[in-house]
């Protein structure tokens, strides 16, 4: 089930993310969401959610950003479609807070410098 692909953080969190952490045939034109336990400072998103290929430190894909406060879910959609084959990341970086000034709480998965990383990679 999804509950089994998932990990569940203390804290802030998020409770899980679509493509999965680890999905490997998610479609070009993905609209990756990541739900939160708690409400979360919808300001508090800006300049610190970035989506990049896995295997290098180059340019960061453009994405736009939605909260939707009802389902605690952000939606983080690409401009353009994401090129076939590639593996990414998403990486929600520190200062992201909940509505109460709590910061996310980093999981043991996250990436090096990352509070939370949500990997996947575009069908061919």
């Not at 295997?55 to 939606?75: C, I, N, Q, S």
């Not at 590639?86 to 043991?108: M, P, Q």
């Amino acid at each position: 089930s999804i509950l089994d692909r998932i990990g569940l953080w203390l804290g802030q969190r998020s409770d899980y993310t679509l493509p999965v952490n680890g999905e490997d045939r998610a479609p070009s034109d993905v609209r990756v969401v990541v739900q939160f336990n708690k409400s979360m400072h919808e300001g508090s998103f800006a300049g610190r959610v970035r989506l990049r290929a896995a295997d290098a430190p180059g340019p960061l894909e453009e994405v736009r950003l939605a909260y939707d406060e009802a389902k605690h879910a952000l939606v983080v959609e690409p401009f353009r479609p994401l090129p076939p084959g590639r593996e990414l990341v998403l990486e929600l970086l520190d200062g992201i807070i909940d509505v109460h000034g709590l910061a996310l709480t980093k999981s043991r998965a996250a990436a090096e410098g990352a509070l939370e990383a949500v990997r996947f990679r575009v069908a061919s």
